[in-house]
């Protein structure tokens, strides 16, 4: 009987230990992986971002009740303001979002949802570290492992113990930095500018500008694809549309037509101020000195049925800028009856050093301008998040919107109205037509790199994508210029922060208990082993004596 137990005991045993030799991960026990750092700069005295880089600690479900001192792991649909700011108050290690390869795949009202939360975060700075990584196996693995294990605070005590002895895994987040985070203000802001020239030597101008970077809570993650990468495709479009028009004696109009693409749009639209003053200030001759009709600013124009002219004051009856709107009202009405045409008007508060939208820079110089956009509030979470890609964009829509605004240019500049035209009359068709391939290709150009402002003059890719720019409005336009404005570093207008996409190591060590559990399991086993050697002789009386009852 006594051999029996003990045999039991030993199998039993060799199995406990086969068991925990068979739980090992699947993944690998040391990965290393690149990991985007929430973007961090300073703007008008106010601090933005992340000032944290390093991050020494265990993998954590945001569902835990303690977060001290962890590494919070999310995915999209975690991330929410209140999970933020709860790691905050408790002091968390730092935060680890993992962002799905496919966006399109998330829901919309997750999408939603995450835009704002991001924004929310990026409003103030913070100590916690915040990084970003694309999904993979491993780290999908691990979130798993870390949510089943957060899942598990709702069983017994004896089932956590156990299960933390047994079979609990812990994922250890490591990112080093060996230098110091360095500021930098050299950032050079390229803006692009083109003209079709009118018929006659004072022609008045209308000027027709994007900002081109990207915003969102990773720089190396931002892609801007209806922000603003509609825009500048729009631009690029009628651009080629009217210098088909300017290219004939017959049909150009009494008026030029200046193109720009500014950079640092995200950033208080520094390009754009930059470029204004160079020309006013400094240009002996620009076009901006002379007779300037208006500026009309595009800014996500990739969606919804609403398009909202935003003025810094309305325009007066008779005026040019007026004029021109009524013409994109008829345009709306009498082509696109369903979509929903808006006048904003919001001030400028000369007290705030900041501005809400690009045509504000022009306004403060009194230049007559708006900026048309789908968006009404300028505050809006689309205007710079992460997930801001190609999903997000309906083709059709932007389409229709730069339509609308070739269509009120053409009446506008031919007095087309004044001519008794009918009111559905449409310019842009066959030859003149947008070309849908074509705006496609270029959002897809657009959208291939991350198009932040504090990337564009440090990475070879994000520069060419500049360049490409250039040579577009080269092939369209006359007198391009490329400007390149830099900062004064003893007065900078804004200051990036680098260590921006550090490696990150992430590694699987079993808890102090299952050390423990393993110690105790090898001793019980050596404790039997050692038994038997010692009782030899009593053990094999006992099993011939059992042998001899079996046979009788």
């Known amino acids: 009987m006594l051999l029996r137990d003990l045999s039991v005991a030993s199998v039993v045993l060799l199995l406990c230990v086969q068991c925990l030799h068979g739980s090992a991960l699947p993944a690998v026990s040391f990965y290393e992986f690149t990991a985007y750092r929430m973007q961090q700069y300073n703007l008008a005295q106010h601090k933005h971002g992340c000032r944290g880089a390093i991050v020494v600690a265990e993998a954590r479900s945001a569902e835990e009740p303690v977060l001290t001192r962890r590494c919070v792991i999310m995915k999209v649909l975690d991330f929410t303001t209140d999970k933020y700011l709860e790691a905050q108050r408790q002091n968390a290690a730092a935060i680890l979002i993992l962002l799905p390869k496919n966006i399109s795949s998330i829901p919309h009202d997750t999408v ?3 835009m704002v939360s991001e924004s929310k975060a990026l409003l103030k700075e913070t100590l916690m570290p915040v990084y970003v990584a694309p999904e993979d196996e491993q780290l999908l693995y691990m979130y798993d492992e870390v949510k089943q294990a957060a899942a598990t605070r709702t069983s017994s005590i004896f089932v956590r113990v156990l299960r933390s002895m047994v079979t609990a895994t812990a994922f250890q987040i490591l990112v080093s930095n060996s230098v110091p985070i360095k500021g930098f203000t050299d950032n050079a802001i390229a ?4 003209v079709l020239p009118g018929a006659g030597e004072d022609a008045p101008t209308i000027v027709i500008t994007a900002h081109y970077d990207s915003y969102g809570l990773a720089p190396w993650l931002a892609y801007g694809a209806d922000s ?3 825009g500048v495709t729009i631009l690029l479009e009628l651009a080629r549309l009217f210098q088909k028009l300017f290219s004939s004696p017959s049909t150009i109009p009494p008026y030029n037509l200046m193109f720009s693409l500014t950079g640092g749009g995200k950033y208080n639209f520094l390009g754009t101020k930059r ?4 020309n006013l200030d400094h240009a002996e001759t620009s076009l901006l000195h002379d007779n300037v009709e208006f500026v009309l600013c595009l800014d996500t124009l990739a969606n919804s049925d609403e398009l909202y002219m935003h003025v810094s004051r309305p325009p007066k009856p008779d005026t040019p800028m007026h004029s021109f709107m009524q013409q994109l009202e008829e345009v709306v009405s009498s082509r696109f009856p369903h979509v929903k045409v808006g006048l904003v008007h919001k001030k400028i508060n000369l007290v705030d050093s900041t501005v809400a939208w690009e045509h504000e820079r022009y306004s403060l110089r009194k230049i007559p301008s708006f900026t048309l956009s789908h968006l009404e509030d300028p505050k809006s979470e689309l205007r710079g998040s992460m997930l801001d890609t190609m999903s997000q964009v309906d083709f059709r ?13 053409a009446r506008y500049m031919y007095n087309l109205s004044g001519k008794g035209s009918p009111k559905d009359l449409q310019v842009f068709k066959g030859q003149l037509d947008f070309h ?11 959208t291939s790199v991350p198009r932040a402002t504090q990337l564009l003059d440090k990475e070879p890719s994000h520069m060419l994508l500049v360049n490409s720019l250039e040579h577009e409005f080269k092939r369209y336009l006359q007198q391009v210029h490329r400007h390149a404005f830099r900062q004064d570093r003893r007065d900078p207008d804004i200051t990036f922060f680098d260590h921006m996409n550090p490696p990150v190591v992430m590694y699987r060590v079993k808890p102090a208990a299952f050390d423990l559990f393993l110690g105790g399991c090898i001793a019980a086993y050596l404790g039997i082993v050692y038994y038997t050697i010692q009782n ?7 099993l011939k004596e059992a042998m ?3 046979h009788e």
Do not use: H, P
Request: aromatic content about 10%; overall charge positive.
């Open 191 to 194: 803006t692009l500018e083109g």
């Open 536 to 542: 030899c002789g009593y053990l094999y009386t006992k």
């Open 397 to 409: 829509k932007m389409k229709r919107n730069g339509i609308i605004v070739a269509e009120a240019l």
């Open 112 to 114: 939603q949802s995450f």
């Open 275 to 278: 470029w204004i003053e160079e």
């Open 436 to 446: 849908d391939g074509r705006m496609s290709s270029l959002m897809s150009f657009l």
């Open 548 to 550: 001899k009852s079996k």
């Open 228 to 230: 603003n990468g509609s």
